[in-house]
């Protein structure tokens, strides 16, 4: 068998179907995250300015501030950018690395 032909012989996984397509790493969980990560930057930002007791709550310049970290965290969890190492620092037992699924060979 030659390495063209050994190459055609590999299948990608089977679509994620239910709620696992929106969970799962891609532009799917990225349409949701990003949201998510925006609005937890603007909660932390009025949260910490209401406890301090400063007014007004929302003020533009700290909340842009923390959304420009926020946002771009948000887009690499949806894209599953730090899966890995999420799981590596949660202390979960890290996937070995297999890169069959784009034409890679063992």
């Keep these: 068998m030659t390495a063209v032909a050994e190459h055609e012989t590999h299948h990608a996984p089977p679509p994620r179907t239910g709620i696992r397509r929106w969970t799962g790493p891609g532009w799917l969980r990225v349409l949701w995250t990003i949201p998510l990560f925006s609005g937890i930057g ?3 930002v009025c949260g910490l300015r209401w406890i301090a007791g400063w ?3 929302w003020l533009a310049a700290p909340v842009l501030t923390v959304q420009l970290v926020t946002i771009p965290i948000g887009f690499l ?4 950018g730090i899966d890995s190492s999420a799981d590596y620092a949660s202390g979960k037992k890290t996937r070995p690395e297999d890169h069959t699924g784009h034409g890679a060979d063992t």
Excluded at 77 to 80: N, S
Aim: proline content about 10%; cysteine-free.
């Design 42 to 44: 603007f909660a932390i």
């Design 55 to 57: 007014d007004p709550v």
């Design 77 to 80: 969890v949806g894209l599953g």
